[in-house]
């Protein structure tokens, strides 16, 4: 059974506010994802970390940015919210030598 | 060019029906692996099953199994004797390249799949 957690779940939240986003593993996994999904449409993957102090750029540009000070712990954070980063986002670990990801429930982001 | 590619947006099926789920990729990578998850309304994601581009039989897990085809870039995903709870978004995702190497994922469009009493 996987164990990774996201909160919160749910966020409604004004334009220009700061939030973050956070993720944790309790697995001990090296590796962990961000993705944004909109409603019924594909994943895509925004940041990814191999490791403690290890963090990059997805394939879909994000204003967001992402930091990884811990092993399980792989935070998002939007500086300056807009109605553009209303969206789902997925968190994600995996081990090393497995390809399978586990995912997080996600956060459903509303910014009006 | 679009990775994984899913032609399906949607369908039907029956009760305790069979249902094929199409999935086609572009790598130019002889060493990759295939994933399908499934996406309740609830949103989490769930992996189902793996195929590996070296893995000489077909991947089963369960009522789920993955029609490989190397030669065509195929990677059905066959969901036999269908239940209710399998009502859902299936998407299907490809990671390229060893696995030491990194697992990036990349998703198709996903297919939601209807399941009717």
């Known amino acids: 059974e996987a164990d990774i957690y996201q909160t919160p779940r749910y966020l409604v939240i004004g334009t220009g506010k700061k939030i973050t986003l956070e993720c944790s593993q309790t697995?001990?996994?090296?590796?962990m994802y961000w993705y944004q999904q909109d409603p019924g449409m594909e994943l895509h993957l925004i940041h990814y970390?191999?490791?403690?102090?290890s963090t990059e750029k997805g394939d879909l540009s994000s204003e967001s940015t992402v930091s990884r000070i811990r092993t399980e712990h792989f935070p998002l954070t939007l500086e300056s919210a807009r109605p553009s980063h209303t969206s789902q986002y997925l968190c994600a670990s995996s081990p090393w030598g497995e390809g399978e990801q586990y995912f997080g429930p996600g956060t459903r982001l509303t910014v009006t | 060019a679009q990775k994984i590619t899913q032609t399906q947006p949607g369908m039907f099926v029956q009760e305790k029906e069979a249902v094929t789920l199409d999935c086609t990729y572009d790598t130019s990578d002889p060493s990759y692996g295939l994933f399908w998850y499934k996406q309740p309304s609830s949103g989490e994601m769930i992996f189902l099953i793996y195929q590996g581009s070296y893995d000489q039989q077909n991947a089963t897990e369960g009522r789920y199994s993955l029609n490989f085809q190397k030669a065509r870039k195929s990677a059905n995903l066959v969901i036999s004797a269908s239940q209710l709870g399998d009502s859902a978004m299936y998407f299907c995702?490809?990671?390229?390249?060893?696995?030491?190497?990194?697992?990036?994922?990349?998703f198709g469009g996903g297919t939601r799949v209807l399941v009717k009493p």
């Open positions: 697995m001990g996994h090296d590796k």
């Open positions: 970390s191999y490791g403690v102090n």
């Open positions: 995702a490809m990671r390229e390249g060893w696995e030491a190497a990194g697992n990036k994922l990349t």
